[in-house]
């Protein structure tokens, strides 16, 4: 039976790489009179779903600041390998615009490295950062700026962190750059060496950080994985002012690339645990707010807010009112359905439709000004 089950199951997986449609890319055509962004901000809410959307608005007064978005549009999230995505190949599929197998962190089916969209955006002069509320090697972040097989090689992928130039990263995960087990090295301090500042929670608080815009910047949250909104975690709406106010001066005229991940929503919905969903999603749209009070005031930042997949099976059931939500669940694990894709300012329009979730990569990439370099 488990046989039977195995090779049915490899069968659609195969099925699934064939029969599903290249990935379309949008002629530059229609868009051709659109002003270019200067910085671009990609946020995001990792197993963040509709319901989950939903759940967060009404538990937060039937009010989010997702709603001031004008642009709104729907991703495919399915990978390379699977009609359910993991983080790693979502995050992949948005870093570098191609559909590989669940848990890989920007390579391609065939394991080779495929550039991604901060990679570029340094190789361009702009400035880039990372903000998550997980560890900084977690899937989604990782996928942005590492090149590895599989999402568990955590002290691979903070060694990866070494060979790029991000400017600016904050989060959790202290341990893989300071007490390694598979090396010796201690990855803080050769970020120093390479001239980063480097702090961490053990040292200063992030609201007592003097930024030097001088410097690249680099500051650890947790010694793991931080802890959840709900129990006190606190920093991701400054992590996302410091980074933005940062990335701004420090970019200069040539603009930024930043991505921000509210990471723990997809662990409530792991959890199948409502209240850790709800607060996850609020304490995310906090950070969305003073997102858009940024982009409104600059003016030529384009703001994409969207998720990897959804997690859970995520319900809100009958006898549920707003304060007091009844939810349903039908999995531990994530989900296929299309996924919301909120955008704001210069380049926004786009983003309009039903797309693949590489699109969001085409997209940006367009919306840039980036012509496409690499075959792939
Ligand atoms: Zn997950």
Redesign the pocket.
Known sequence: MIARFCSFFCLLSLLNCNQFPKPGLPSDVAYSDEPHPRNVILMIG??MGLTQVSAGMFRNGNKLNLEEFPVIGLHKPYSGSDLIT??AAGATAFASGVKTYNGAIGVNMDTLPVKTILEEAEERGLATGMVTTSSIVHATPAAFIAHEPSRELYEAIALDFMKTEIDFFIGGGMKYFAHRKTDQRNLYVDLQKKGYTVNDYTRKGLSEINLNESKNFAYFTAEDEPLAAAKGRDYLLLASHLAVDFLHTHGGSKGFFLMIEGAQI??G??DNNSDYIVSEMIDFDRAIGEILKFAREDGETLVIVTAD?E?GGFAINPGSTMDSLIAGFTTK??TASLIPVFAFGPGSERFNGIYENTAIYTKLRQALGFEREMER
Do not use: A, V
């Open positions: 990792d197993g993991d983080s997809d662990w919905g792991h997949h997690t694990d994530h």
